[in-house]
């Protein structure tokens, strides 16, 4: 399976929509191993366009902190899970932790009060 994981500073990005970039972690289910990671950097910020973008690229699960509702339900149209919520650490350590059934969460929402942009 491949999850994606938006990282602002090389760790979870409080806002999934304005990461620096997105580490995209291959794993095998069954032995709960993380295979490969590797790290791009996302197309610039359209509201709606990383759902599609990150199916294309083969994603079947996001791990995010803050993410809006309708970007939940546009993942959920694009067929890829999400677990919003994280706490922040390391894409590695939240992967294993996904992989191990120990991913504990927060809030799964943003709550950033924005002027200019909106989550949703």
């Given at each position: 399976m491949k999850i994606a994981i938006p ?54 699960t996001v791990i995010a902190g803050g ?54």
């Open positions: 990282l602002t500073g090389g760790r979870l990005s409080a806002h999934f929509g304005h990461c620096e970039q997105f580490a995209l972690i291959e794993a095998d289910l069954a032995s709960k191993q993380i295979l490969t990671q590797t790290r791009v950097a996302p197309p610039p910020h359209e509201p709606g366009l990383l759902p599609r973008w990150l199916y294309l690229q083969g994603v079947q993410m809006g509702r309708r970007a939940l339900d546009l993942f959920a149209q694009n067929g890829i899970a999400v677990h919003a919520g994280a706490i922040d650490d390391a894409p590695e350590k939240l992967a294993q932790a996904f992989l191990n059934g120990t991913l504990s969460g927060g809030t799964p929402t943003c709550g950033h009060d924005h002027k200019h942009t909106h989550c949703s």
